[in-house]
């Protein structure tokens, strides 16, 4: 063989080892599947389930509770994808999909809540207890059985 041809053979397998590196299967499967590690280092399995997760965000003001427009939710097991994003209207609402035909859902883990991140500018989470979270990104957990409606509070900073 000429050096010419060796170097081509070479190339040629070389190329074919990469073209399948990095790839995706072009239909995931709503099977359990391994999802973020947990906090003690073990894997848990989550499965991509038809549930709708929504809500509205609001602030309390002297007349009451009054919608934010404009605050990004994100939810990082929603969607099939997941990493998704919405954005609450005029009503302060949002919502996350829950149909699996269109890539919605949300992946779920047994004994394990939903982790969404809240921020606007300008305003602050208010946790439970009474205290602001650390803006400009803050984190709610919620538990999910079913479609589920979270309602979140914001204060004015």
Known sequence: MTGRTLTGIVLLVLAQGVAGCGGSDPSPSPSPSPSPQSSLGAPRLSTLTGVTLYGVVFEVTPTGNTPIEGVAVYCEPCGEATHTFAYTDA????????DLS?????????????RLNVTKTGYELMDPDGTTGNPPWTWKNVTINGDTRFDIELVRR
């Open 91 to 98: 009503n302060g609402y949002y919502s996350f999909s829950g």
């Open 102 to 114: 269109s890539g919605g859902g949300v992946w779920l883990s047994a004994g394990h809540p939903t």
